[in-house]
């Protein structure tokens, strides 16, 4: 990445390549599918990642491709040491298809099995972020950080309801989030898993924690946009962060340690 914040192959020009397909499509109306009782996929998820992964793979054969749609499709998650974009061709499809402008691509690359290379882009709103392992992150080139927030209290929180729908997992939800709303200023759900950690790394979020998300393609990307804002990303146990695991909690160093002291009470 050079001092502008590009990077190598020009991620960030084949995100907005994309983006122009979601942007086109946010104003059209949707043909939505279910894939559950609330997690929905339309044409645009489809077509996104196909446009994303043909371009890919013209330039690196040799990698492996891990996205969203496929993975439902094939039924393939294993994540090995190889070189592996994992891709979700539109994070926010509920946004999508409302209309609430929290939509985005997410491009990460793993290089055994380390997170090395994030792009995360909302073509509604134009805002790029990018990271890659040792050079920094960015927004829209301009160099970003995590917050300097060392209270609790005065901390913004994002976390997501998640898709399941039945009486024991919405009681744990709403459980934790009644007990942490004591301890924080607020609480955001913004509907996109990426933009929450992106969120995180520029210091508009002080928190964050998800889990049971779709997979490893909603946090590839920004796991390394955070980490290389300055902020840490963990289970939210405590123990270190597993891109296979659907559980991530986020922060800036400072908060960490208050952070999963309120997490571990609020279960």
């Not at 920094?136 to 060392?150: D, E, H, W």
């Not at 520029?202 to 804002?229: H, M, N, Q, S």
Request: glycine content about 10%.
């Amino acid at each position: 990445m050079d001092e502008n914040g590009s990077t190598p192959f020009k991620f960030s020009s084949l995100s907005k390549i994309a983006g122009e397909v979601i942007r086109k499509g946010f104003y059209q109306t949707k043909h939505v599918e279910h894939k559950g009782q609330v997690d929905l996929v339309t044409e645009t998820d489809k077509a996104c990642e196909d446009l994303i992964f043909n371009h890919l793979k013209d330039r690196y054969p040799t990698h492996k491709f891990i996205g969203e749609e496929t993975t439902a499709a094939y039924g393939t998650t294993e994540l090995t040491d190889e070189p592996t974009w994992i891709v979700d061709p539109l994070d926010g499809t509920t946004n999508f298809v409302h209309g609430f402008p929290f939509v985005c691509i997410s491009i990460g690359l793993t290089i055994a099995k380390v997170p090395t290379v994030g792009v995360v882009y909302n073509p509604i709103l134009n805002e790029l972020f990018t990271g890659i392992h040792g050079r920094g992150a960015f927004l829209n080139g301009n160099p970003i950080k995590v917050s300097s927030q060392t209270e609790l209290v005065k901390s913004l929180l994002a976390t997501e309801a998640g898709t399941k729908r039945d009486k024991t997992t919405v009681d744990a939800t709403t459980n934790r989030i009644n007990s942490l709303l004591f301890k924080v200023r607020s609480l955001r759900m913004s509907g996109s898993c990426a933009l929450n950690l992106c969120g995180i790394a520029c210091g508009r979020l002080d928190l964050f924690y998800e889990t049971g998300f779709g997979g490893p393609w909603d946090v590839a990307a920004g796991v390394v946009i955070i980490k290389e804002a300055g902020g840490l990303v963990y289970d939210p146990s405590g123990k270190d962060f597993d891109i296979t695991s659907q559980r991530v909690a986020a922060s800036n160093p400072l908060l960490k340690d208050v952070f999963l002291e309120a997490l571990q009470q609020s279960e």
